[in-house]
C-alpha cells in the first residue's frame, strides 16, 4: 500500500458537503452556547454587588452587571467573530480529512461490491484511514487470490480432454471445485 499512495492536494474543500457543513454548523453552535453560558454566569455571579465608575466628571455607582453590560457584550462579540472564524478554518480542514477518505473508500467501495477485486484504495499518507484502506486493499487481494484459484478449478473442467468427460471425472472436478468455495469462503 506505501508504494499505491498518492502525494497530492484535493481541489475541492468541500467534498461531502452536507457533511462538513453540518460539522462545522454544530461547532459553531457549542462555541455560541459557551459564550452565552458564559456571559449568563458572569450576570448571575455579579448580582448583588456594585460598581463604583465615573461617567461625565460623575461619580456614579451602579450594579455591578449593569455596569459591566455593554463590555461584556462587545468582548463577546468580538470572541465570537475571531473563534467562529478559527472555528470554522479548523473544522473545514479537520472535516476534510475525514470527509475526502469517506469520498473515496464510498466510491471504491462500490467498484468492489460490482466485482472487481482488482481496485486499490488510494489515499494520502496522512489522511485519516490509510490503515483501514490497506486492510481493505489486503481483503480484496485475499478475495482476488481466492477467486482467481476458483476459477482455474472451473477452467480446469471445462479444458478436460473429450476422451475425460464422463460422468465420473465431472463428479470428481465439481465435488474439488465445491471444496474449494467452502475452504475459501464461509457461506
Same mark, same amino acid.
Given at each position: 500500500m506505501s508504494e499505491q499512495h498518492q502525494d497530492y492536494k484535493r481541489k475541492t474543500l468541500y467534498i461531502k458537503k452536507s457533511f462538513q457543513f453540518n460539522f462545522i454548523l454544530k461547532f459553531c453552535l457549542i462555541l455560541l452556547a459557551g459564550i452565552l453560558i458564559s456571559t449568563a454566569l458572569i450576570f448571575i455571579l455579579s448580582q448583588g454587588t456594585l460598581t463604583s465608575s465615573f461617567e461625565n466628571s460623575k461619580l456614579v455607582i451602579k450594579n455591578t452587571n449593569q455596569a459591566i453590560l455593554p463590555i461584556v457584550l462587545l468582548t463577546n462579540l468580538i470572541t465570537l467573530g475571531i473563534i467562529t472564524i478559527a472555528a470554522i478554518l479548523v473544522t473545514l480542514f479537520i472535516s476534510h480529512r475525514i470527509a475526502g477518505p469517506l469520498f473515496r473508500f464510498e466510491a471504491d467501495l462500490r467498484k468492489i461490491s460490482e466485482g472487481d477485486l482488482k481496485v486499490k484504495i488510494s489515499l494520502r499518507k496522512k489522511d485519516q484511514f490509510f490503515d /483501514?484502506?490497506? *486492510? $481493505?486493499?489486503? /481483503?480484496?487481494?485475499? /478475495? !482476488?487470490?481466492?477467486?482467481? !484459484? $476458483?476459477?482455474?478449478?472451473?477452467?480446469? $473442467?471445462? *479444458? /478436460?480432454? !473429450?476422451?475425460?468427460?464422463?460422468p465420473r471425472a465431472? +463428479?470428481?472436478?465439481?465435488?474439488?471445485?465445491?471444496?474449494?468455495? +467452502?475452504?475459501?469462503?464461509?457461506l
Open positions: /483501514m484502506a490497506d *486492510a $481493505i486493499n489486503q /481483503m480484496t487481494g485475499s /478475495m !482476488h487470490k481466492r477467486v482467481t !484459484h $476458483i476459477n482455474t478449478l472451473v477452467d480446469k $473442467i471445462l *479444458a /478436460m480432454p !473429450h476422451e475425460e468427460k464422463t465431472y +463428479e470428481k472436478q465439481v465435488a474439488a471445485l465445491k471444496d474449494a468455495v +467452502e475452504n475459501n469462503f464461509s
